[in-house]
C-alpha cells in the first residue's frame, strides 16, 4: 500500500503568483504565534480544571443540570475562571482557524469571505458568552424548578 | 507529520464544538426549564460517546500542543521530539483510563 502524501501547506504547490501580502504583517504574525503558544499554557490548566470538576467530581455529567451552573457561577472564582477561558480558548481557537483558512483558501474572495463569517462568529459568541456570565442571576424571579439550594432564602 | 494533522483536525473539531457549548450554556440566561431541557437531551449513551471522543481530542490537542511548545523553546526540543511525542500518546492514555471508566459508568451504569 502507498502512503499517502499531503504536502505541507505553502510548500510550493501554489504558484508564487498567488502569494500574498507583501510584508507589513511581520510583527502581528509574531504576536499571534506567541499568544498561540501563551494562552495554550494557560488553557491547558483552565480546561483541565473545568473538565474536572464537572465530569469527574461528584456524580460527574449526570449532575450538570440548572442548579449546578447557578451553584458555580453564584462564586466570583469560577466566573474569572470562565470568562478566562471563555476569550483566551475563542482567541485561541479563532486565530487556528485563520492559520487554517489562510492555508488550504487559495482564492483571495474565498479566504475573504470564510475570515468574515469567523471573525463575526467569534464577536458573537465572546460577547453572548461574556454578557451571560456577568449578567446571570442563579435565583430567577418566578422560577420554581431545580434552583440551587441557597435560593430558597428568597 | 501525522501528529500535525491531528493537531489541526482536533483543534477545529474543539473550535466547533466551542461555539455550540457556549450556546447552549447562554440558555441559563433564558430560564432554567430551557436550560434543563436542552441539557437533558444530551443524557443518553449516544451524547456520552461523543462527549468522551471531545474530551480525547482535548486531551491530545492540549498534550501536543505543549509538545509543540517545548520543541519550540526548548533547546533540545528538536532532538526529542519524537520520544515528545511518545510521552503525548503515553499522557494520553494515563488521562483517559480513569476519565473513561467515570464517564462511562456514568453513561451506561443508569445512576
Ligand atoms: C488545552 C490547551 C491547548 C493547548 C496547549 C493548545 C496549543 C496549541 C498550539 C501550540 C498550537 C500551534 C499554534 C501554531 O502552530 O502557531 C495550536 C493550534 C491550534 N489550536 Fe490549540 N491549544 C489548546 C486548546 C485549544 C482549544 C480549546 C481550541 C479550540 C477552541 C484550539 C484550537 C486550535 C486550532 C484551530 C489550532 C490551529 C491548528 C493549525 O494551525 O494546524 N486549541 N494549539
Known amino acids: ?154 | 507529520m501525522w501528529s500535525w494533522v491531528g493537531h489541526r483536525i482536533t483543534g477545529v473539531v474543539i473550535f466547533f464544538f466551542l461555539l455550540v457549548h457556549v450556546l447552549d450554556t447562554s440558555l441559563v440566561r433564558v430560564s432554567p426549564e430551557a436550560y434543563n431541557a436542552v441539557i437533558g437531551t444530551y443524557k443518553n449513551p449516544i451524547m456520552g460517546l461523543g462527549e468522551a471522543g471531545l474530551v480525547a481530542a482535548i486531551v491530545f490537542h492540549a498534550f501536543n500542543g505543549l509538545r509543540i511548545i517545548a520543541i519550540d523553546f526548548w533547546k533540545k526540543g528538536n532532538k526529542y521530539q519524537a520520544q515528545l511525542l511518545w510521552a503525548v500518546l503515553i499522557l494520553w492514555v494515563v488521562a483517559m483510563v480513569p476519565f473513561l471508566i467515570r464517564q462511562l459508568s456514568i453513561v451506561f451504569g443508569g445512576n
Not at chain 1, 89 to 96: D, F, I, K, Q, V
Request: aromatic share 12%; net charge positive; proline share 4%.
Open chain 1, 1 to 154: 500500500m502507498a502512503t499517502p502524501i499531503i504536502d505541507a501547506p505553502r510548500s510550493g504547490k501554489i504558484d508564487v503568483k498567488y502569494n500574498r501580502s507583501k510584508g507589513g504583517k511581520g510583527s502581528f504574525e509574531m504576536v499571534a504565534w506567541l499568544f498561540m503558544r501563551l494562552s495554550g499554557v494557560v488553557l491547558v490548566v483552565l480546561i483541565f480544571g473545568h473538565l474536572f470538576v464537572n465530569l469527574m467530581v461528584g456524580d460527574g455529567v449526570h449532575a450538570i443540570d440548572f442548579g449546578f451552573v447557578a451553584g458555580k457561577w453564584a462564586s466570583p472564582f469560577w466566573q474569572i475562571w470562565d470568562l478566562l477561558m471563555l476569550w483566551l480558548a475563542m482567541l485561541h481557537g479563532t486565530n487556528g482557524v485563520r492559520t487554517i483558512i489562510n492555508d488550504y483558501a487559495e482564492r483571495n474572495g474565498t479566504r475573504m469571505a470564510l475570515k468574515t463569517v469567523l471573525y463575526v462568529a467569534t464577536v458573537v459568541i465572546i460577547v453572548l458568552g461574556t454578557l451571560v456570565i456577568f449578567t446571570f442571576d442563579p435565583c430567577p424571579a418566578g422560577a420554581v424548578t431545580d434552583l440551587p439550594s441557597f435560593c430558597t432564602a428568597r
